[in-house]
C-alpha cells in the first residue's frame, strides 16, 4: 500500500497487507481508495471548456500566471472516488446510531420529498412577499405549534442550530434587564447542563458559575438557591438533563430564579424525550431552543444543516428578535424593521442572521407535525424514553449504571467505565463496538460521570434492533470487564485500524504536499 504525500495514512485492518494480499490493495467490495491528489493528475480534466478571451487584469500583478497543481479527474473517476468512500461512512440508513444527546432518529422520507418541493427549494431568501405567501404560512404554521407545544407565547424562528438559539434567548435576557436599568454580570449553570451552555453565557459576555449536581444526578437546589442574587442575570439548565434524567425540581427552580429577578433559560435539545407530555411554559421557563434537527426531524451530523428556534415566555417575548412572520387577515407578513414592528415587539433586541433561517429545516418540522398529529408526538416521546429504559435495563447488569436508581431514565441512558479491568477504558469498548458494526456512542460525557457511556437509541428503534445492540455492547462490555487486552488494538474488521487520536488533534495534516517537495522539506 503506498503512503499518501503527507507521509502517513492509518494502518489497514489485519485482513489488508498480511493476511492474503491483493494486487490491488481491495478486499473485494473494500475498495482501497488513494487521495485525489494520488489519483488525479494536472494533465487531466473531466470538463472542457473554451480558452477565456484575454483581458486586461485588475489585480495589480497579484494574479498568479503559474499552474497551482490542482489535480484533474474525469467525471467517472470523481464519482467513484466519492462514491467508495461513502460506503465506508456509517449512516443512520445503516443502522442505529447511539450518539447521547443527538436524537439521531430514522428521518422519513416523506419529509425529504417535501422539503425538495420547487416552491420551497428554489425560493430566493429576496423574493418579494406576494411571492412567498406559501412559504411565509409555512413558517407561522410551525411556530404556532412550536408555542402550542411549550406553552410559550412568544417565538423566534431564525436561529440556525442549539447553541445560536442559547445565544438568542441570552440576547432576549441581557435586553430585558438593561430595558428596567438593571444590567447583570453571571449566569448560572449545573454541571448537569449541555457543554454549549457555558461556553454560549462566556460568548455573550457573562461570567460563568457552576451549580454541582446531587447523587442521584440532578440539580443541587439548594446550591442554586445559595448562589443565586441579584447579580444573576440567569440560569441555564437542560432538561431533561444531561444525566438522562428528568428535573424535578422544575417549578421550584423556577420560582427561586424569579425571585432575585433573574430569568430561566431551557436547553431544549432533548425535547423529544418530553414532547407532547410536557410544556416547558407550565414549568416556569421563560426562554428555551428547540433543536428542529432533533426533534423535528432531518438528517444531521457533520455541521448541518439545523434549526433552533427559540420560544420565549411572556416577560421575554417583547424582546425576540427580528425577523417575525405574523398573520393579518389572512396575509402573512414578514416583519424585518423595528419601525413597523407593532405593540408587544417594541423592544426587539436586533436580529440573529441576514433572512429568516433555513425553509428546507421549517418545511421538514412541518411535514412531520402534521404526518404525527398531536397524539402521535405524544407517543414519539413515551416510545423514545422506553426505548432508553429498555437499553437501561438491558445493561445495568454488566455495566455500571451510576442513575440507574434515580427512577427511569429519559431519552438516554448513561454508563460509566467502572469494573474494566487491564488498564481498559470506554475508548477501548467504543472501538470494540465498531468491529460489532454499530457506531460507538458519546463517549467522557457529561463530565460528572467517569468515563461515561451516553447512549440515545430514539423512538424508531425495533425491538430487534435494541436487542441486537445491547448483545452486542454486552458481548464488549464483558471483555472490557475480563481485561481482554486485544480490545486495545480493535477495531480490528474496519476499513482502518485506530487512529492516534491525541496526535491527530494536536498535529493535524490538513494540506497535501508534494511528494518530492514534502521529501526535499524532510533531509
Given amino acids: ?48 471548456l473554451p480558452q477565456p478571451p484575454k483581458v486586461a487584469s485588475r489585480l495589480g500583478g497579484l494574479e498568479r500566471l503559474a499552474p497551482i497543481g490542482l489535480p484533474g479527474l474525469t467525471e467517472p473517476e470523481a464519482v467513484r472516488h466519492y462514491t467508495r468512500l461513502s460506503r465506508q ?9 447511539p450518539l447521547g444527546s443527538c436524537t439521531m432518529k430514522h428521518n422519513p422520507r416523506l419529509n425529504e420529498k417535501m422539503a425538495r418541493l420547487p416552491g420551497f427549494a428554489d425560493l430566493h431568501p429576496l423574493t418579494p412577499a406576494d411571492g412567498t405567501q406559501g412559504a411565509l404560512a409555512l413558517i407561522h404554521l410551525v411556530a404556532e405549534w412550536l408555542k402550542r407545544l411549550t406553552a410559550m407565547p412568544g417565538i423566534a424562528m431564525s436561529p440556525k442550530a442549539g447553541a445560536h ?39 455573550a459576555g457573562y461570567r460563568v458559575k457552576g451549580i454541582p449536581a446531587t447523587g442521584d444526578g440532578r440539580v443541587d437546589l439548594a446550591a442554586l438557591e445559595a448562589a443565586l442574587d441579584e447579580t444573576v442575570a440567569g440560569v441555564m439548565i437542560t432538561n431533561p438533563n444531561t444525566c438522562g434524567l428528568f428535573e424535578r425540581d422544575m417549578i421550584a427552580i423556577a420560582d427561586a430564579v424569579h425571585a432575585v429577578g433573574a430569568y430561566l433559560y431551557c436547553d431544549g435539545a432533548n425535547f423529544n424525550a418530553i414532547v407532547g407530555r410536557v410544556r416547558p411554559g407550565d414549568l416556569g421557563v421563560d426562554a428555551m431552543h428547540i433543536n428542529l434537527h432533533k426533534t423535528f426531524s432531518t438528517p444531521h451530523g457533520g455541521g448541518g444543516p439545523g434549526s433552533g428556534p427559540v420560544v420565549f415566555s411572556e416577560a421575554l417575548a417583547p424582546y425576540a428578535p427580528l425577523p417575525f412572520v405574523e398573520e393579518h387577515d389572512g396575509r402573512f407578513v414578514l416583519v424585518e424593521e423595528e419601525t413597523i414592528v407593532e405593540e408587544g415587539h417594541s423592544d426587539a433586541f436586533g436580529r440573529m442572521v441576514a433572512f429568516h433561517g433555513q425553509m428546507g429545516m421549517f418545511v421538514r418540522a412541518a411535514a412531520y407535525m402534521l404526518s404525527h398529529g398531536a397524539d402521535g408526538l405524544r407517543q414519539v416521546a413515551e416510545d423514545a424514553v422506553l426505548s432508553a429504559n429498555y437499553v437501561l435495563r438491558g445493561l445495568e447488569d454488566v455495566l455500571d449504571a451510576p442513575f440507574a436508581a434515580s427512577g427511569p431514565c429519559m431519552h438516554e ?9 487491564g488498564g481498559l477504558s470506554t475508548l477501548d469498548l467504543a472501538k470494540g463496538l465498531i468491529d460489532e458494526g454499530f457506531h460507538p456512542m458519546t463517549m467522557y460525557f457529561p463530565l460528572v460521570v467517569h468515563g461515561a457511556m451516553l447512549i440515545e437509541p430514539t ?52 494540506v497535501w504536499r508534494d511528494p518530492d517537495v514534502a521529501a526535499q522539506a524532510a533531509e
Wanted: hydrophobic content about 45%; aromatic content about 6%.
Fill in 1 to 48: 500500500m503506498s503512503i499518501n504525500a503527507s507521509g502517513w495514512r492509518p494502518a489497514m485492518n489485519a485482513g489488508g497487507e498480511t493476511a492474503n494480499p491483493t494486487f490491488t490493495g481491495n478486499r473485494a467490495l473494500m475498495l482501497e481508495e488513494p487521495l485525489l491528489f494520488e489519483a488525479g493528475a494536472t494533465d487531466r480534466t473531466g470538463v472542457d
Fill in 459 to 510: 423512538e424508531t428503534e425495533s425491538k430487534a434492533a435494541l436487542d441486537q445492540f445491547v448483545g452486542a455492547l454486552r458481548s464488549v462490555a464483558e471483555r472490557a470487564k475480563a481485561g481482554d487486552q486485544a480490545l486495545r488494538q480493535a477495531p480490528i474488521h474496519a476499513p482502518r485500524r485506530r487512529l492516534d487520536e491525541t496526535a491527530a488533534a494536536r498535529r493535524p495534516v490538513l
Fill in 89 to 97: 461512512n456509517y449512516a443512520i440508513d445503516l443502522g442505529l446510531f
Fill in 165 to 203: 438559539g442559547e445565544l438568542c434567548g441570552l440576547l432576549a435576557i441581557r435586553a430585558a434587564h438593561e430595558a428596567r436599568g438593571d444590567a447583570r454580570a453571571v449566569v448560572l449553570v449545573p454541571e448537569s447542563a449541555h457543554g454549549t451552555n457555558p461556553a454560549t453565557a462566556a460568548f
Fill in 413 to 421: 441512558a448513561i454508563f460509566s467505565d467502572e469494573g474494566f479491568a
